[in-house]
Protein backbone atom coordinates (compact mmCIF):
# COMPACT_ATOMS: atom_id res chain seq x y z
CA UNK A 1 0.00 0.00 0.00
CA UNK A 2 1.54 3.17 -1.04
CA UNK A 3 1.45 6.21 1.23
CA UNK A 4 0.27 8.86 0.00
CA UNK A 5 1.78 12.63 -0.18
CA UNK A 6 -1.39 13.86 2.10
CA UNK A 7 0.12 10.85 4.48
CA UNK A 8 3.25 12.35 4.43
CA UNK A 9 1.89 15.66 5.35
CA UNK A 10 0.10 14.11 8.54
CA UNK A 11 2.49 12.10 9.93
CA UNK A 12 5.49 15.07 9.55
CA UNK A 13 2.91 17.13 10.85
CA UNK A 14 2.58 14.20 14.03
CA UNK A 15 6.16 13.81 14.08
CA UNK A 16 6.48 17.67 14.54
CA UNK A 17 9.11 17.77 11.24
CA UNK A 18 9.22 20.55 8.66
CA UNK A 19 8.58 18.29 5.51
CA UNK A 20 9.26 20.51 1.94
CA UNK A 21 6.77 19.80 -1.14
CA UNK A 22 10.03 18.36 -3.01
CA UNK A 23 11.40 16.53 -0.23
CA UNK A 24 7.11 14.55 0.21
CA UNK A 25 7.56 12.69 -2.71
CA UNK A 26 10.83 11.29 -1.82
CA UNK A 27 9.02 10.38 2.13
CA UNK A 28 7.00 8.90 0.30
CA UNK A 29 8.74 6.39 -2.23
CA UNK A 30 11.00 5.96 0.81
CA UNK A 31 8.32 5.28 3.25
CA UNK A 32 5.78 2.88 0.83
CA UNK A 33 9.49 0.70 0.02
CA UNK A 34 9.86 -0.02 3.55
CA UNK A 35 6.44 -0.30 4.49
CA UNK A 36 5.74 -3.06 1.61
CA UNK A 37 8.98 -5.00 2.64
CA UNK A 38 7.65 -4.57 6.68
CA UNK A 39 4.50 -6.41 5.20
CA UNK A 40 6.26 -9.54 5.16
CA UNK A 41 5.44 -9.84 8.73
CA UNK A 42 1.92 -11.06 7.40
CA UNK A 43 3.54 -14.27 6.24
CA UNK A 44 3.00 -15.53 9.72
CA UNK A 45 -0.07 -15.92 11.39
CA UNK A 46 0.43 -14.10 15.19
CA UNK A 47 -3.31 -15.19 16.74
CA UNK A 48 -3.53 -15.32 20.31
CA UNK A 49 0.39 -14.80 20.28
CA UNK A 50 1.15 -12.67 23.16
CA UNK A 51 2.78 -8.58 22.10
CA UNK A 52 6.27 -8.85 23.67
CA UNK A 53 7.27 -5.58 25.00
CA UNK A 54 10.32 -5.98 26.82
CA UNK A 55 12.79 -8.81 26.37
CA UNK A 56 12.99 -9.90 29.55
CA UNK A 57 9.16 -9.66 30.36
CA UNK A 58 9.76 -7.99 33.55
CA UNK A 59 7.96 -5.71 35.51
CA UNK A 60 8.50 -2.06 36.54
CA UNK A 61 10.23 -1.97 39.46
CA UNK A 62 8.88 0.09 42.24
CA UNK A 63 10.88 2.04 44.63
CA UNK A 64 10.54 4.15 47.57
CA UNK A 65 8.53 7.12 47.62
CA UNK A 66 11.61 9.68 48.73
CA UNK A 67 13.01 12.66 46.70
CA UNK A 68 16.78 11.82 45.41
CA UNK A 69 17.04 14.68 42.48
CA UNK A 70 18.45 17.96 44.50
CA UNK A 71 17.75 21.42 42.64
CA UNK A 72 20.03 21.90 39.46
CA UNK A 73 18.18 24.22 37.88
CA UNK A 74 21.48 26.50 37.24
CA UNK A 75 22.75 23.64 35.91
CA UNK A 76 20.56 22.30 33.65
CA UNK A 77 19.17 25.85 32.06
CA UNK A 78 23.24 26.67 31.31
CA UNK A 79 22.52 24.92 28.60
CA UNK A 80 19.40 25.69 27.45
CA UNK A 81 19.04 28.23 24.20
CA UNK A 82 17.09 30.12 25.86
CA UNK A 83 15.77 30.80 29.41
CA UNK A 84 15.04 33.98 31.31
CA UNK A 85 14.38 34.16 35.38
CA UNK A 86 14.83 30.17 35.83
CA UNK A 87 12.08 30.10 33.23
CA UNK A 88 12.54 28.54 29.10
CA UNK A 89 11.18 31.07 26.52
CA UNK A 90 9.10 30.16 23.81
CA UNK A 91 7.02 32.09 21.35
CA UNK A 92 4.70 33.83 22.64
CA UNK A 93 1.49 30.85 22.37
CA UNK A 94 -1.48 33.18 23.34
CA UNK A 95 -1.88 36.86 21.85
CA UNK B 1 57.66 -3.54 23.61
CA UNK B 2 54.91 -1.88 20.77
CA UNK B 3 52.49 -0.33 23.49
CA UNK B 4 49.86 -0.30 21.20
CA UNK B 5 49.39 -4.18 21.37
CA UNK B 6 49.61 -4.91 24.62
CA UNK B 7 46.83 -6.56 26.30
CA UNK B 8 45.04 -4.91 29.16
CA UNK B 9 46.63 -7.76 31.72
CA UNK B 10 50.26 -6.26 30.18
CA UNK B 11 48.94 -2.85 30.59
CA UNK B 12 47.33 -3.66 33.96
CA UNK B 13 51.09 -5.57 34.91
CA UNK B 14 53.21 -2.49 33.63
CA UNK B 15 51.32 0.62 35.25
CA UNK B 16 51.54 -1.73 38.53
CA UNK B 17 55.43 -2.58 37.61
CA UNK B 18 56.15 0.88 37.01
CA UNK B 19 57.27 0.02 33.54
CA UNK B 20 55.65 2.30 32.75
CA UNK B 21 53.05 5.05 33.83
CA UNK B 22 49.45 5.84 32.69
CA UNK B 23 50.70 9.65 31.69
CA UNK B 24 53.28 8.11 29.44
CA UNK B 25 50.58 5.37 27.98
CA UNK B 26 47.97 8.25 27.73
CA UNK B 27 50.05 10.52 25.34
CA UNK B 28 51.41 7.56 23.28
CA UNK B 29 47.66 6.83 22.70
CA UNK B 30 46.91 10.50 22.09
CA UNK B 31 49.48 10.26 19.64
CA UNK B 32 48.41 7.57 17.41
CA UNK B 33 44.69 9.37 17.55
CA UNK B 34 46.66 12.30 16.22
CA UNK B 35 48.44 11.15 13.61
CA UNK B 36 45.63 9.04 12.58
CA UNK B 37 42.47 11.52 12.08
CA UNK B 38 41.71 10.83 8.36
CA UNK B 39 39.76 7.48 10.40
CA UNK B 40 37.89 9.98 12.21
CA UNK B 41 36.85 7.92 14.62
CA UNK B 42 36.70 10.51 16.88
CA UNK B 43 33.88 13.24 17.70
CA UNK B 44 35.95 15.09 20.44
CA UNK B 45 39.18 14.34 22.00
CA UNK B 46 39.79 14.77 25.40
CA UNK B 47 43.78 15.64 25.29
CA UNK B 48 43.86 17.84 28.49
CA UNK B 49 41.66 16.04 30.82
CA UNK B 50 42.81 12.73 29.85
CA UNK B 51 46.57 13.64 31.01
CA UNK B 52 45.22 14.73 34.23
CA UNK B 53 42.86 11.96 35.01
CA UNK B 54 46.57 9.49 33.69
CA UNK B 55 48.23 11.87 36.59
CA UNK B 56 45.63 11.25 39.12
CA UNK B 57 45.67 7.35 38.31
CA UNK B 58 49.25 7.56 38.75
CA UNK B 59 49.22 8.63 41.72
CA UNK B 60 46.78 5.91 42.93
CA UNK B 61 49.07 3.36 41.81
CA UNK B 62 51.79 4.91 43.74
CA UNK B 63 49.49 4.84 46.63
CA UNK B 64 48.86 1.50 45.76
CA UNK B 65 44.92 2.08 45.77
CA UNK B 66 44.36 0.66 42.52
CA UNK B 67 42.41 -1.78 40.31
CA UNK B 68 43.47 -3.68 37.29
CA UNK B 69 41.81 -0.90 35.14
CA UNK B 70 43.73 1.84 37.24
CA UNK B 71 45.60 4.08 34.58
CA UNK B 72 44.31 1.94 31.25
CA UNK B 73 43.16 4.29 28.38
CA UNK B 74 39.27 3.79 26.49
CA UNK B 75 37.21 6.02 24.46
CA UNK B 76 33.47 6.22 24.94
CA UNK B 77 30.74 5.98 21.99
CA UNK B 78 29.97 9.77 21.99
CA UNK B 79 26.24 8.61 22.86
CA UNK B 80 27.25 8.37 26.61
CA UNK B 81 26.95 11.28 28.55
CA UNK B 82 30.25 12.87 30.14
CA UNK B 83 29.47 15.40 32.94
CA UNK B 84 30.82 18.71 31.64
CA UNK B 85 31.68 17.51 28.01
CA UNK B 86 29.92 17.81 24.69
CA UNK B 87 27.44 14.59 24.17
CA UNK B 88 27.05 14.59 20.59
CA UNK B 89 25.66 11.37 19.65
CA UNK B 90 26.92 12.22 16.10
CA UNK B 91 24.05 14.62 15.65
CA UNK B 92 23.46 18.51 14.65
CA UNK B 93 20.94 18.47 17.16
CA UNK B 94 23.51 17.65 20.12
CA UNK B 95 26.55 19.52 18.57
CA UNK B 96 26.53 22.52 21.16
CA UNK B 97 24.75 19.97 24.31
CA UNK B 98 27.27 19.47 27.27
CA UNK B 99 26.54 17.00 29.14
CA UNK B 100 25.23 18.03 32.89
CA UNK B 101 26.35 14.38 34.50
CA UNK B 102 27.73 11.38 33.88
CA UNK B 103 26.28 8.05 32.09
CA UNK B 104 26.33 4.83 34.45
CA UNK B 105 28.89 3.57 32.57
CA UNK B 106 30.75 6.51 32.71
CA UNK B 107 30.61 6.76 36.13
CA UNK B 108 31.41 2.83 36.89
CA UNK B 109 34.91 3.07 34.23
CA UNK B 110 36.05 6.65 35.92
CA UNK B 111 35.66 4.87 39.27
CA UNK B 112 37.49 2.15 38.07
CA UNK B 113 40.68 4.66 37.20
CA UNK B 114 40.13 4.08 33.40
CA UNK B 115 41.18 7.62 31.49
CA UNK B 116 39.16 8.69 29.00
CA UNK B 117 40.72 9.65 25.77
CA UNK B 118 37.95 10.56 23.51
CA UNK B 119 34.20 10.35 22.37
CA UNK B 120 33.81 8.33 18.74
CA UNK B 121 32.11 8.81 15.96
CA UNK B 122 28.87 7.20 15.23
CA UNK B 123 25.67 7.11 13.33
CA UNK B 124 23.17 9.79 14.16
CA UNK B 125 21.55 8.68 17.25
CA UNK B 126 22.69 5.40 16.68
CA UNK B 127 20.69 4.95 13.17
CA UNK B 128 22.95 3.22 11.07
CA UNK B 129 24.85 0.38 10.05
CA UNK B 130 28.16 2.10 8.17
CA UNK B 131 29.04 4.90 10.79
CA UNK B 132 28.19 7.13 7.69
CA UNK B 133 25.47 8.81 9.06
CA UNK B 134 27.32 11.13 11.29
CA UNK B 135 27.06 15.17 11.36
CA UNK B 136 30.67 14.90 11.54
CA UNK B 137 31.40 12.59 8.42
CA UNK B 138 31.80 9.07 8.05
CA UNK B 139 33.91 6.72 9.68
CA UNK B 140 36.94 5.27 7.51
CA UNK B 141 37.57 1.14 7.95
CA UNK B 142 41.22 0.90 8.51
CA UNK B 143 41.33 -1.99 7.24
CA UNK B 144 40.33 -0.32 4.00
CA UNK B 145 39.58 3.71 3.83
CA UNK B 146 37.21 3.26 1.08
CA UNK B 147 35.31 1.22 3.15
CA UNK B 148 32.95 1.51 6.10
CA UNK B 149 33.97 0.46 9.55
CA UNK B 150 30.42 -0.80 10.21
CA UNK B 151 27.67 1.13 12.44
CA UNK B 152 26.43 2.62 14.43
CA UNK B 153 29.83 1.99 16.94
CA UNK B 154 32.00 2.54 14.07
CA UNK B 155 34.41 4.57 15.88
CA UNK B 156 34.71 2.73 18.91
CA UNK B 157 35.61 -0.58 16.41
CA UNK B 158 37.85 1.22 14.25
CA UNK B 159 39.88 3.34 17.13
CA UNK B 160 40.49 -0.29 18.35
CA UNK B 161 41.63 -2.06 15.35
CA UNK B 162 43.81 1.04 14.47
CA UNK B 163 45.52 0.34 18.06
CA UNK B 164 44.34 4.38 18.67
CA UNK B 165 43.12 2.99 22.02
CA UNK B 166 43.22 -0.38 23.78
CA UNK B 167 39.27 -0.49 25.07
CA UNK B 168 36.23 0.98 23.73
CA UNK B 169 32.49 0.81 24.76
CA UNK B 170 29.40 0.94 22.30
CA UNK B 171 25.88 0.36 22.15
CA UNK B 172 23.96 -2.17 20.38
CA UNK B 173 20.43 -2.21 19.17
CA UNK B 174 20.07 -4.15 15.87
CA UNK B 175 23.56 -5.13 15.54
CA UNK B 176 25.61 -1.71 16.36
CA UNK B 177 28.63 -3.52 18.59
CA UNK B 178 28.92 -6.94 16.84
CA UNK B 179 28.76 -5.68 13.03
CA UNK B 180 31.35 -3.26 13.29
CA UNK B 181 33.18 -5.47 15.59
CA UNK B 182 33.29 -7.99 12.43
CA UNK B 183 34.32 -5.91 9.81
CA UNK B 184 37.31 -3.83 12.01
CA UNK B 185 38.70 -7.21 13.11
CA UNK B 186 38.36 -6.91 16.52
CA UNK B 187 36.13 -8.42 19.75
CA UNK B 188 32.62 -6.86 20.50
CA UNK B 189 29.82 -8.23 23.29
CA UNK B 190 26.32 -7.24 23.32
CA UNK B 191 25.47 -8.43 26.89
CA UNK B 192 21.72 -9.45 27.69
CA UNK B 193 19.40 -6.83 27.60
CA UNK B 194 19.53 -5.17 31.71
CA UNK B 195 23.05 -6.16 32.51
CA UNK B 196 24.15 -2.88 31.87
CA UNK B 197 22.94 0.28 32.94
CA UNK B 198 21.20 2.11 30.31
CA UNK B 199 21.32 5.68 32.47
CA UNK B 200 22.84 7.78 30.91
CA UNK B 201 22.88 6.72 27.63
CA UNK B 202 20.97 8.33 24.91
CA UNK B 203 18.04 6.73 23.85
CA UNK B 204 16.98 5.38 20.45
CA UNK B 205 14.94 2.36 20.90
CA UNK B 206 14.59 1.38 24.83
CA UNK B 207 13.44 -1.84 24.88
CA UNK B 208 16.57 -2.76 22.23
CA UNK B 209 19.43 -0.68 23.39
CA UNK B 210 22.22 -2.10 25.26
CA UNK B 211 26.06 -1.13 26.19
CA UNK B 212 28.93 -3.36 25.57
CA UNK B 213 32.73 -3.53 25.34
CA UNK B 214 35.09 -3.15 22.38
CA UNK B 215 38.79 -4.44 22.71
CA UNK B 216 41.06 -6.70 20.48
CA UNK B 217 40.39 -9.96 22.61
CA UNK B 218 37.85 -11.54 24.26
CA UNK B 219 39.68 -11.32 27.48
CA UNK B 220 40.50 -7.54 26.98
CA UNK B 221 36.34 -7.33 26.91
CA UNK B 222 36.00 -9.49 30.18
CA UNK B 223 38.12 -6.79 31.92
CA UNK B 224 35.72 -3.88 30.13
CA UNK B 225 32.49 -5.79 31.06
CA UNK B 226 33.67 -6.43 34.43
CA UNK B 227 33.75 -2.57 35.09
CA UNK B 228 30.87 -2.14 33.17
CA UNK B 229 28.25 -4.39 34.11
CA UNK B 230 25.87 -4.71 37.41
CA UNK B 231 22.52 -3.28 38.80
CA UNK B 232 21.61 0.08 38.71
CA UNK B 233 18.92 1.96 40.48
CA UNK B 234 18.66 4.51 37.72
CA UNK B 235 18.09 2.50 35.39
CA UNK B 236 14.31 0.46 36.03
CA UNK B 237 15.34 -2.05 33.14
CA UNK B 238 18.72 -2.55 34.92
CA UNK B 239 18.41 -6.21 36.32
CA UNK B 240 19.42 -6.86 39.77
CA UNK B 241 21.25 -10.05 39.14
CA UNK B 242 24.79 -10.95 40.58
CA UNK B 243 28.23 -10.41 38.17
CA UNK B 244 30.45 -13.45 37.97
CA UNK B 245 34.08 -13.48 37.48
CA UNK B 246 34.21 -13.06 33.91
CA UNK B 247 38.26 -13.75 34.03
CA UNK B 248 37.91 -17.01 36.19
CA UNK B 249 35.37 -18.16 33.57
CA UNK B 250 37.49 -17.70 30.70
CA UNK B 251 39.91 -20.90 31.01
CA UNK B 252 37.50 -23.55 31.29
CA UNK B 253 37.08 -26.29 28.49
CA UNK B 254 34.69 -26.56 25.93
CA UNK B 255 34.73 -30.20 25.60
CA UNK B 256 30.65 -31.53 26.02
CA UNK B 257 29.40 -28.24 24.97
CA UNK B 258 26.90 -28.29 22.64
CA UNK B 259 27.35 -25.73 19.62
CA UNK B 260 24.17 -25.02 17.34
CA UNK B 261 24.53 -24.16 13.85
CA UNK B 262 21.14 -22.02 12.49
CA UNK B 263 21.05 -23.29 9.07
CA UNK B 264 18.47 -19.87 8.26
CA UNK B 265 21.63 -18.41 8.76
CA UNK B 266 24.03 -19.92 6.27
CA UNK B 267 21.27 -19.84 3.56
CA UNK B 268 21.13 -17.03 0.63
CA UNK B 269 22.64 -13.89 1.24
CA UNK B 270 25.48 -15.26 3.09
CA UNK B 271 28.48 -14.49 0.81
CA UNK B 272 30.83 -17.58 -0.18
CA UNK B 273 33.56 -16.73 1.56
CA UNK B 274 32.28 -15.70 4.47
CA UNK B 275 30.47 -19.12 4.71
CA UNK B 276 34.19 -21.17 4.01
CA UNK B 277 35.82 -18.94 7.01
CA UNK B 278 32.87 -19.72 9.41
CA UNK B 279 33.18 -23.33 8.35
CA UNK B 280 36.63 -23.12 9.36
CA UNK B 281 35.59 -21.94 12.90
CA UNK B 282 33.13 -24.83 13.42
CA UNK B 283 35.68 -27.22 12.37
CA UNK B 284 37.44 -25.61 15.23
CA UNK B 285 34.90 -26.22 17.77
CA UNK B 286 34.29 -30.27 16.81
CA UNK B 287 38.14 -30.22 17.08
CA UNK B 288 37.60 -29.04 20.95
CA UNK B 289 35.61 -31.35 21.92
CA UNK B 290 31.52 -29.29 20.90
CA UNK B 291 29.09 -31.25 19.86
CA UNK B 292 27.85 -29.56 16.33
CA UNK B 293 24.48 -29.57 16.31
CA UNK B 294 22.18 -27.85 13.37
CA UNK B 295 19.10 -25.98 14.35
CA UNK B 296 16.34 -23.89 12.97
CA UNK B 297 15.59 -20.27 13.53
CA UNK B 298 12.64 -20.74 11.81
CA UNK B 299 11.84 -16.53 11.76
CA UNK B 300 14.52 -15.45 11.25
CA UNK B 301 13.78 -13.30 7.78
CA UNK B 302 11.17 -11.63 10.27
CA UNK B 303 13.37 -10.06 12.18
CA UNK B 304 14.33 -7.14 10.10
CA UNK B 305 10.75 -6.10 9.56
CA UNK B 306 9.96 -6.67 12.79
CA UNK B 307 12.71 -4.66 14.14
CA UNK B 308 12.32 -1.61 11.75
CA UNK B 309 8.71 -0.86 13.36
CA UNK B 310 9.30 -1.72 16.69
CA UNK B 311 12.86 0.26 17.10
CA UNK B 312 11.38 3.25 14.65
CA UNK B 313 7.95 3.63 17.00
CA UNK B 314 10.36 3.63 20.25
CA UNK B 315 12.52 6.36 18.36
CA UNK B 316 9.72 8.52 17.33
CA UNK B 317 8.46 8.20 21.20
CA UNK B 318 12.05 9.10 22.59
CA UNK B 319 13.49 11.71 20.13
CA UNK B 320 10.13 13.63 20.70
CA UNK B 321 11.72 15.20 23.40
CA UNK B 322 14.46 17.37 21.30
CA UNK B 323 12.16 20.09 20.71
CA UNK B 324 14.51 22.98 21.08
CA UNK B 325 13.13 24.28 24.11
CA UNK B 326 15.41 22.73 26.93
CA UNK B 327 18.55 21.83 25.29
CA UNK B 328 20.14 20.84 21.93
CA UNK B 329 19.59 22.98 18.78
CA UNK B 330 16.98 25.68 18.01
CA UNK B 331 16.51 27.57 14.81
CA UNK B 332 17.06 31.33 14.50
CA UNK B 333 13.56 33.86 14.56
CA UNK B 334 11.34 31.19 15.43
CA UNK B 335 8.00 32.92 14.53
CA UNK B 336 5.57 31.01 16.92
CA UNK B 337 6.17 27.78 18.98
CA UNK B 338 5.08 25.33 15.90
CA UNK B 339 8.02 26.55 14.06
CA UNK B 340 10.04 26.65 16.49
CA UNK B 341 9.19 22.67 16.85
CA UNK B 342 8.88 22.07 13.17
CA UNK B 343 12.52 23.77 12.03
CA UNK B 344 14.75 22.85 15.17
CA UNK B 345 14.01 19.23 14.79
CA UNK B 346 13.91 19.45 10.81
CA UNK B 347 17.60 21.38 11.00
CA UNK B 348 18.62 19.33 13.67
CA UNK B 349 17.96 15.57 12.55
CA UNK B 350 19.52 14.15 9.48
CA UNK B 351 17.84 12.42 6.86
CA UNK B 352 17.93 8.45 8.02
CA UNK B 353 16.75 9.95 11.68
CA UNK B 354 13.89 12.08 10.33
CA UNK B 355 13.48 8.90 8.03
CA UNK B 356 13.06 6.43 11.14
CA UNK B 357 10.75 9.00 12.89
CA UNK B 358 8.64 9.41 10.50
CA UNK B 359 8.11 5.42 10.10
CA UNK B 360 8.09 5.16 13.71
CA UNK B 361 5.10 7.88 13.64
CA UNK B 362 3.18 6.55 10.73
CA UNK B 363 3.64 3.23 12.24
CA UNK B 364 2.35 4.00 15.73
CA UNK B 365 -0.36 6.43 14.31
CA UNK B 366 -4.40 5.64 14.18
CA UNK B 367 -5.52 2.68 12.08
CA UNK B 368 -2.16 1.51 11.40
CA UNK B 369 -1.06 0.37 15.24
CA UNK B 370 -2.74 -3.09 14.88
CA UNK B 371 -1.33 -3.78 11.70
CA UNK B 372 2.58 -2.41 12.56
CA UNK B 373 3.44 -2.39 15.90
CA UNK B 374 1.20 -4.91 17.47
CA UNK B 375 2.12 -7.42 14.87
CA UNK B 376 5.97 -6.65 14.99
CA UNK B 377 5.79 -7.39 18.94
CA UNK B 378 3.98 -10.59 18.13
CA UNK B 379 6.33 -11.40 15.60
CA UNK B 380 9.11 -10.58 18.21
CA UNK B 381 7.69 -13.08 20.41
CA UNK B 382 7.68 -15.86 18.23
CA UNK B 383 11.24 -14.76 17.46
CA UNK B 384 12.46 -14.99 21.05
CA UNK B 385 10.60 -18.64 21.26
CA UNK B 386 12.28 -19.48 18.36
CA UNK B 387 15.58 -18.86 20.79
CA UNK B 388 13.79 -20.61 23.92
CA UNK B 389 13.50 -23.97 22.13
CA UNK B 390 16.84 -23.96 20.39
CA UNK B 391 18.77 -22.82 23.93
CA UNK B 392 16.74 -26.23 25.06
CA UNK B 393 19.21 -28.29 23.48
CA UNK B 394 22.63 -26.49 22.50
CA UNK B 395 24.79 -23.61 25.01
CA UNK B 396 26.18 -21.94 21.54
CA UNK B 397 24.44 -20.64 18.68
CA UNK B 398 27.40 -19.94 16.00
CA UNK B 399 27.28 -18.46 12.41
CA UNK B 400 28.45 -15.25 11.05
CA UNK B 401 27.89 -11.61 12.43
CA UNK B 402 27.62 -10.05 8.82
CA UNK B 403 26.51 -11.49 5.83
CA UNK B 404 29.70 -10.13 3.61
CA UNK B 405 33.00 -7.87 4.88
CA UNK B 406 32.84 -4.35 4.97
CA UNK B 407 31.37 -3.04 2.17
CA UNK B 408 32.43 0.51 0.37
CA UNK B 409 31.10 3.80 1.28
CA UNK B 410 28.24 4.81 -0.19
CA UNK B 411 27.55 2.07 -1.54
CA UNK B 412 24.19 1.34 0.57
CA UNK B 413 23.15 4.80 1.01
CA UNK B 414 20.61 5.20 -1.65
CA UNK B 415 18.59 2.14 -0.62
CA UNK B 416 17.51 1.80 3.03
CA UNK B 417 16.21 -1.67 2.46
CA UNK B 418 19.74 -2.51 1.79
CA UNK B 419 21.31 -1.19 4.12
CA UNK B 420 19.09 -2.48 6.80
CA UNK B 421 19.93 -6.37 5.25
CA UNK B 422 23.68 -6.19 6.77
CA UNK B 423 22.03 -6.97 9.85
CA UNK B 424 20.40 -9.80 9.25
CA UNK B 425 22.41 -11.82 11.67
CA UNK B 426 22.25 -9.41 14.41
CA UNK B 427 18.79 -7.59 14.51
CA UNK B 428 17.16 -11.06 16.00
CA UNK B 429 19.32 -11.38 19.39
CA UNK B 430 18.24 -7.50 20.26
CA UNK B 431 14.75 -8.87 19.92
CA UNK B 432 15.33 -11.49 22.52
CA UNK B 433 17.75 -9.59 24.68
CA UNK B 434 20.16 -12.43 24.55
CA UNK B 435 23.95 -11.74 24.91
CA UNK B 436 26.20 -12.28 21.87
CA UNK B 437 29.69 -11.64 20.97
CA UNK B 438 31.54 -11.05 17.57
CA UNK B 439 34.94 -12.92 17.18
CA UNK B 440 37.46 -11.74 14.07
CA UNK B 441 38.16 -15.39 12.72
CA UNK B 442 39.06 -14.78 9.08
CA UNK B 443 40.76 -12.26 6.51
CA UNK B 444 39.10 -12.18 2.96
CA UNK B 445 40.43 -10.00 0.28
CA UNK B 446 41.93 -7.61 2.95
CA UNK B 447 39.03 -7.34 4.89
CA UNK B 448 38.19 -9.29 8.40
CA UNK B 449 35.44 -11.60 8.72
CA UNK B 450 33.88 -11.85 12.12
CA UNK B 451 32.06 -14.96 13.64
CA UNK B 452 28.81 -14.48 16.07
CA UNK B 453 28.49 -16.66 18.63
CA UNK B 454 25.34 -16.07 21.27
CA UNK B 455 24.66 -17.52 24.62
CA UNK B 456 21.79 -17.94 26.02
CA UNK B 457 20.44 -14.98 28.98
CA UNK B 458 23.54 -14.00 31.14
CA UNK B 459 25.64 -16.48 29.50
CA UNK B 460 28.43 -13.59 29.06
CA UNK B 461 30.93 -15.46 30.83
CA UNK B 462 30.45 -18.51 28.40
CA UNK B 463 30.76 -16.40 25.72
CA UNK B 464 33.96 -14.74 26.45
CA UNK B 465 35.03 -18.22 27.93
CA UNK B 466 34.51 -19.85 23.90
CA UNK B 467 35.79 -16.39 22.84
CA UNK B 468 38.90 -16.56 24.77
CA UNK B 469 39.70 -20.36 23.95
CA UNK B 470 39.49 -19.88 20.23
CA UNK B 471 42.01 -17.02 20.41
CA UNK B 472 44.37 -19.05 22.15
CA UNK B 473 44.19 -21.21 19.47
CA UNK B 474 43.86 -18.66 16.42
CA UNK B 475 45.83 -15.30 15.93
CA UNK B 476 43.24 -13.33 13.56
CA UNK B 477 42.24 -10.84 17.02
CA UNK B 478 45.75 -9.47 16.80
CA UNK B 479 46.23 -8.76 13.58
CA UNK B 480 46.72 -5.47 12.83
CA UNK B 481 45.56 -3.26 9.93
CA UNK B 482 48.72 -2.11 7.58
CA UNK B 483 49.76 0.98 8.18
CA UNK B 484 49.10 1.08 11.36
CA UNK B 485 52.12 -0.80 13.09
CA UNK B 486 54.57 1.13 14.43
CA UNK B 487 58.20 0.48 13.71
CA UNK B 488 59.35 -1.93 16.58
CA UNK B 489 61.51 -0.29 18.76
CA UNK B 490 61.23 0.94 22.32
CA UNK B 491 58.13 3.18 23.28
Known amino acids: MPVSLEEILKISHLARLHVDPEEAGQYAADLSSILAWVQQMNKVDTRGVDPMAHPLDACQRLREDKVTESDQREKFQAIAPRTENGLYLVPKVIE | ?491
Open chain 2, 1 to 491: MVMEELSVQQLADGLDSGQFSSVELVRHFLHRMQAHRHLNAFISELHDRAVMQAGHADRQIRERKHGPLTGVPLAHKDIFCMSGERTSCGSKMLDNFIAPYHATVVQKLEQAGCVVLGKTNMDEFAMGSSSENSYYGPVRNPWNAECVPGGSSGGSAAAVAARLVPLATGTDTGGSIRQPAAFCGVTGLKPTYGRISRYGMVAYASSLDQAGPFGKSAQDCAYLLQAMAGFDEKDSTSVDAPVPAYLAELNRPLQGKVVGIPDEYFSTGLGSEVRTIIARAIDWAEEQGCIIKDISLPNTELAIPAYYVIATAECSSNLSRYDGVRFGHRCEDPKDLHDLYHRSRSEGFGTEVKRRIMIGTYALSTGYYDAYYLKAQQVRRLISADFNAAFQDVDFILGPTAPETAFRIGEKTDDPVTMYLSDIYTISINLAGLPAISIPCGIHEGLPVGMQLIGNYFAEDKLLNFAHQYQLATDWHQQCPPGFQQKRQGC
